[in-house]
């Protein structure tokens, strides 16, 4: 069964403003990362959180990590219209094993 | 210099028709994986191969068989083709394939089944 679930499913913001989505996930983690998938490509890595942390940041990106509450999230701060994409979770849960969540559509309107 | 590359991009066939997709990675990563993302964006892993060594199967039907010739290249052959197996296709890669590093993932390969 799926590991990670994200919310909102989409996201319609104006340039400029921030997005913020969240991720649950079920069991103990490794790590957790992100990853961005644009229309009909592969999707890329964004950003690696590992269990024993509880923020990163990278450019425009700020992650946070609850194990607590077995979530995370992602904002994009100042967002372009080039930050239109989907989004992506993943969890580390053993050896090998990355398993990704449902996803976010952002749509970043001029 | 394409680092994740996988051929064909789009695959259009007829049920029961067989068909493979090719992997190739230059980074000299050791482990490479296949996951299927289907209609929902939903993506899930079917296969990774450390150094040419099967060790994830995730309850893949035997149509579908991986091969690894070398620990660049992946190959994913599928058997007698059905509807349900329409998706799209992802290669990736990592380095060593331990404790869940970030993974580098091709462009796709569009699998439509008529």
């Known amino acids: 069964s799926q590991q990670g679930e994200e919310d909102p499913q989409a996201l319609s913001i104006q340039e400029g403003e921030n997005a913020t989505m969240n991720c649950s996930y079920k069991?103990?983690?490794?790590?957790l990362q992100w990853y961005r998938q644009n229309s009909g490509r592969g999707l890329v890595h964004l950003i690696l959180?590992?269990?024993?942390?509880r923020e990163k940041h990278s450019g425009r990106l700020r992650v946070t990590l609850d194990t607590s509450k077995k979530s995370s999230s992602l904002l994009i701060t100042a967002s372009r219209a080039a930050d239109t994409a989907s989004y992506f979770c993943?969890?580390?849960?053993?050896?090998?094993?990355?398993?990704f969540g449902t996803g976010t559509r952002l749509l970043v309107s001029p | 210099d394409t680092a994740v590359s996988q051929t064909p991009k789009y695959l259009v066939t007829q049920m029961g028709n067989d068909k493979s997709i090719k992997c190739e990675q230059n980074?000299?990563?050791?482990?490479m994986y296949w996951y299927k993302q289907d209609s929902k964006k939903f993506l899930k892993i079917m296969f990774s191969?450390?150094?040419?060594?099967?060790?994830i199967n995730e309850t893949v039907p035997n149509r579908f068989s991986p091969k690894s010739p070398d620990k660049a290249h992946l190959n994913l052959h599928i058997n007698s083709l059905e509807l349900g197996d329409s998706a799209v296709y992802f290669c990736?890669?990592?380095?060593?394939?331990?404790?869940?590093?970030?993974?580098?993932f091709g462009s796709g390969t569009q699998l439509s089944v008529l």
């Open positions: 990736a890669s990592s380095q060593q394939g331990n404790r869940g590093e970030k993974l580098f």
């Open positions: 069991t103990s983690i490794n790590n």
């Open positions: 959180i590992r269990s024993n942390e």
């Open positions: 993943a969890t580390a849960t053993g050896f090998q094993k990355l398993v």
């Open positions: 980074l000299g990563h050791d482990t």
């Open positions: 191969y450390n150094n040419k060594e099967l060790i």
